[in-house]
C-alpha cells in the first residue's frame, strides 16, 4: 500500500497549483481520501476529505480557495490551491482512511512541497 503526493513547487503568490494523491498496491474507490499540510515549526493542518461517494468536508479555515475532487479511474485524488499565499508553503500530504469516515487515517503518502514566494 503506498501513497505518493505530487504536483509541489514554487509558484508566486495568487497562482494556482494541482496536487495530486496517487495509489499503487490497492484502489482508492472505496475510501476516504484526506488533505493535509505541515509548515516548518506548525502543527498538521487538516485541510480537507473527500469520502468514496464524493461528499467533501473542508476545515473552516480552508474553505475557499481549496478544491477536492478524485477521479477512481485514474486511482487519484486532486487538490487544488488558488490565490495562494506566502503562508500557504509547506508540505502537502494525503492520508487514507479505510472506514471512509473521515476520521482516523491509517496510511500516509510521501508529501510535496509547495513554496509560494516571489
Known amino acids: 500500500v503506498q501513497l505518493q503526493a505530487s504536483g509541489g513547487g514554487l509558484v508566486q503568490p495568487g497562482g494556482s497549483l494541482r496536487l495530486s494523491c496517487a495509489a499503487s498496491?490497492?484502489?482508492?474507490?472505496?475510501?476516504?481520501i484526506g488533505w493535509f499540510r505541515q509548515a516548518p515549526g506548525r502543527v498538521r493542518e487538516g485541510i480537507s476529505c473527500?469520502?468514496?461517494?464524493?461528499?467533501?468536508y473542508y476545515t473552516v479555515s480552508m474553505k475557499g480557495r481549496f478544491t477536492t475532487s478524485r477521479d477512481n479511474a485514474k486511482n487519484t485524488v486532486y487538490l487544488q490551491i488558488d490565490s495562494l499565499k506566502p503562508d500557504d508553503t509547506a508540505v502537502y500530504l494525503c492520508?487514507?482512511?479505510?472506514?471512509?469516515?473521515?476520521?482516523?487515517?491509517?496510511?500516509w503518502g510521501q508529501g510535496t512541497q509547495v513554496t509560494v514566494s516571489s
Open positions: 492520508a487514507v482512511d479505510i472506514a471512509d469516515s473521515c476520521i482516523e487515517y491509517k496510511y
Open positions: 473527500i469520502k468514496s461517494d464524493g461528499r467533501t
Open positions: 498496491g490497492f484502489t482508492l474507490d472505496d475510501y476516504a
